[in-house]
């Protein structure tokens, strides 16, 4: 089956730039999405067909996908960007694949 | 504003059955594809069920199919998860959600306990 990584954890102080990475094998030939889920809260998706930003989603958060690692960058960090970030992807091999989460600190 | 409520959650018996369900409001529910996606802390997010919108086009998670039935009723704006067999693995936050290849909005979850 297929296995997408990432980072259990990742800190970064405020007003810099965290780099979150997702694994998987040749994973910039399928599409990655991102979400976002603060403590007690239910995902929020972020990002969408590797680079694209739903509605309300600020410009400081943003993707990439090639090779074998796609990678959601979020700008100018601040304290709500907190919480675990999931990345996923699908075909028609797979169905639907979630990573671990990256659980983000901002010290 | 988009709103979905699940609910139905609870102790299940090993063996046993729960249904859940979700209330959708603030978007065309009948013209949208659905999900139901489970949660816990070991295995993280899994998605386990998806109902087009008409309710003709069904896919599982091998891990439930055979087990679970997803359905919907579009005049009442509501989708379900019918859970047969639990497993003590089946304990999970489920949540349901929009979307096909990826979930455009979530509800806020209903928990299941799977425990004698």
């Known amino acids: 089956s297929y296995e997408l990584a990432q980072p259990p954890s990742l800190s970064v102080l405020p007003g810099q730039t965290a780099s979150l990475t997702c694994s998987g094998n040749?994973?910039?030939?399928?599409?990655v999405c991102w979400y976002q889920q603060r403590p007690g809260q239910s995902p929020v998706l972020i990002i969408y067909q590797d680079q694209k930003r739903p509605s309300g989603i600020p410009g400081r958060f943003s993707g990439s996908n090639s090779g074998d690692t796609a990678t959601l960058t979020i700008s100018e960090t601040q304290a709500l960007d907190e919480g675990v970030y999931y990345c996923q992807t699908w075909d028609s091999a797979t169905d639907v694949v979630f990573g671990g989460g990256t659980k983000l600190t901002v010290l | 504003e988009v709103q979905l409520v699940e609910s139905g959650g609870a102790l299940g018996q090993p063996g046993g059955s729960l249904r859940l369900s979700c209330a959708a409001s603030g978007f065309s529910f009948s013209t949208s594809e659905m999900n139901w996606v489970r949660q816990t802390p070991e295995k993280g997010l899994e998605w386990i069920a998806y109902?087009?919108?008409?309710?003709?086009?069904?896919h599982y998670a091998d891990s439930v199919k055979g087990r679970f039935t997803i359905s919907r009723d579009n005049a009442k704006n509501s989708l379900f998860l019918q859970m047969n067999s639990l497993r003590a693995e089946d304990t999970a936050t489920y949540y349901c959600?929009?979307?096909?290849?990826?979930?455009?909005?979530w509800g806020q979850g209903t928990r299941v306990t799977v425990s004698s």
């Open positions: 959600a929009t979307g096909t290849n990826y979930f455009d909005y």
């Open positions: 040749r994973l910039g030939e399928k599409f």
């Open positions: 109902i087009n919108s008409g309710g003709g086009n069904i």
